[in-house]
Each structure stands twice: as C-alpha cells, then as structure tokens.
T-cell receptor, first 112, second 114 residues
C-alpha cells in the first residue's frame, strides 16, 4: 500500500536554483495539498487542489507554484529558491476538501 | 490568537501511564475533529476522527470533544514507548464541500519512558 509518495526525500539547493517536488497518490482521492512544516509553526498550507483541474492558494503561497498534472499527481515548484524556504514539505490527499488527509513522508529541503 | 491552540510539550510520562493530550479552539463552526500521530522524520498519520461532541474509543485511544468548552482531548491508556511521537489535532467545519480545509494545531511532543 503506497498511499502518498513524495520524491525526492532529501535535497540541498543553492539560493536562486529552481526545483520541483513530486507527489503521487494511489487512493483515488480528489483533493491534494502541499504543506510546509517548520519548528514551532506547525503545518502551514501552501497550495491545494480541491479536484483535478483546480488549484488554490493556501496560507503561505508566495515563492511557490503548483501543477495538478492529473488525478494522481500534484507537484510543487520553487522557481528561485531562498533560504527562508528551507523546511520539510509534506504532500497530502483526501477524498474531498475538509475530510481526513493522508500524508506522505515528506521532502527535507535545505537551501544554502 | 491562533484558531487552534496546542501545548507543544514536551510531555514525558512513565510507561503504563494514562496520557491526556489537549487542544482548544476558537471557531465555533468546527464540527469534525481529528488526531494525527507523527513519528520523527515521518509524515502525520491519522489516528482518529470524530464528529461534534462526545467520545470515541479505538483500542487504547479515546478521543473526546466538548464543543461547549471548545476543547478536545486524546487519551492514551497503558502508554508504551512506541507511543512516543508528536500528536497533532486538526479540525474542519464540515466534511464535505469546497473551501473548508483542515486547521491543524502545532503538535504536542510525547515521550514515554521505560
């Protein structure tokens, strides 16, 4: 049972580099989400996709873009990485918005 | 003030103890309440979810909701070292419908000692 799969698991970037984080789910869920988790800040929603073909901003969208490639896949792109984007990024999916979410194991991203 | 408040801990208890983890919230529209467990270097894992007020039990875990006080709790009986993790509460106004996302607490770190 794969559930939600995130790649890569770890990445180190230099300031100004770009990168795409990949996420795929095999639970036939309609909604997908990207969060960042920082010490003392909890989970903060970056972007979400309520259903295939739609995306919306969350709490902290600046500096990020997303693509809902199909029902299974939802990617997060950093166009010009900044040290403030050093974080652990989690992808999640749910049957619908507001319903219990299922998380991947995260991508640990360091930006120097 | 945050919509959901959760004591970050750390909370350290001896093996076999009863653990009480709590969240308070300010949005009276919240109807659905969830608890997640997050092990170090892993993603959050859904433990329990409940609707409105009352109790729900699953093995050693009991989730309790008091909407009048805007207060939810997770009780862990006979705690084990394997329960050592961060526990996050989450809540939502309704389970279906567009635009109603989950609001998470910041998590309480629990350590169960031998």
């Amino acid at each position: 049972n794969a559930g939600v799969t995130q790649t890569p698991k770890f990445q180190v970037l230099k300031t100004g580099q770009s990168m795409t984080l990949q996420c795929a789910q095999d639970m036939n869920h309609n909604s997908m989400y990207w969060y960042r988790q920082d010490p003392g800040m909890g989970l903060r929603l970056i972007y979400y996709s309520a259903s295939e073909g739609t995306t919306d901003k969350g709490e902290v969208p600046n500096g990020y873009n997303v693509s809902r490639l199909n029902k299974r896949e939802f990617s997060l792109r950093l166009e010009s990485a900044a040290p403030s984007q050093t974080s652990v990024y989690f992808c999640a999916s749910s049957v619908g918005v507001g319903q219990p979410q299922h998380f991947g194991d995260g991508t640990r991203l360091s930006i120097l | 003030q945050k919509e959901v408040e959760q004591d970050p801990g750390p909370l350290s208890v001896p093996e076999g103890a009863i653990v009480s983890l709590n969240c308070t919230y300010s949005n009276s529209a919240f109807q659905y309440f969830m608890w997640y467990r997050q092990y170090s270097r892993k993603g959050p894992e859904l433990l329990m979810y409940t609707y409105s007020s009352g109790n729900k039990e699953d093995g050693r875990f009991t989730a309790q909701v008091d909407k009048s006080s805007k207060y939810i709790s997770l009780f862990i009986r006979d705690s084990q070292p394997s329960d050592s993790a961060t526990y996050l509460c989450a809540m939502s106004p309704i389970l279906t419908g567009g635009g109603n996302k989950l609001t998470f607490g910041t998590g309480t770190q629990l350590k169960v000692e031998l």
